[in-house]
């Protein structure tokens, strides 16, 4: 059963399940999720926001795909950023916080990667945030997959690791 109108074409059925199904249960939890995305570009938001009746647990998005971005929107020192790139461990983890401090949300999912360039294509770091508890850290090597299927696959990992912090 496909329900967003958006990306549907391109997101398995799992995955879109998935995603409603972990905002069914931020819904009954009364928590609220935000997301800071690199290499997705914002497709976390748009898949979060797009399936009717359980979006309302969706607090913002950051896109923050330069250097600058993660600096000024999520508050990440350049000292971070700047000596190994912005595909780290570090980031991702710096990126979920900031998103959890500069939100109302109580879950934050942070991706930052190599869709299909860089120094491997397809490594991709995760982290997810929540209030009280230890950021999650994740990496994943999808290889070269290609830009679009590196950032559908990316939305399987995101969802999984959200629905795991709730």
């Known amino acids: 059963m496909n329900d967003t ?10 995955t879109e399940e998935a995603a409603r199904r972990l905002l069914s249960k931020a819904s009954e939890r009364g928590l609220m999720l935000a997301t800071a995305e690199s290499c997705t570009g914002g497709m976390l938001a748009s898949l979060l926001t797009d399936l009717q009746g359980v979006a309302h647990s969706f607090d913002r998005g950051f896109v923050t795909y330069s250097y600058e971005a993660k600096n000024e929107m999520l508050g990440i020192p350049m000292e971070v950023i700047e000596p190994n790139s912005a ?65 559908v696959e990316c939305m399987r990992v995101a969802v999984e690791m959200m629905t795991e912090m709730l």
């Open 5 to 14: 109108e958006t990306l549907s074409p391109v997101l398995p059925n799992e």
């Open 87 to 151: 595909v780290t461990r570090e980031v991702a983890v710096a990126m979920a916080e900031g998103a959890l401090e500069r939100s109302r949300a109580n879950v934050a999912l942070a991706i930052t990667g190599f869709a299909d360039a860089g120094v491997e294509p397809g490594l991709v770091h995760f982290a997810c945030a929540r209030a009280g508890r230890k950021t999650a850290h994740r990496e994943e090597h999808f290889g070269a997959i290609g830009r679009g299927r590196t950032r």
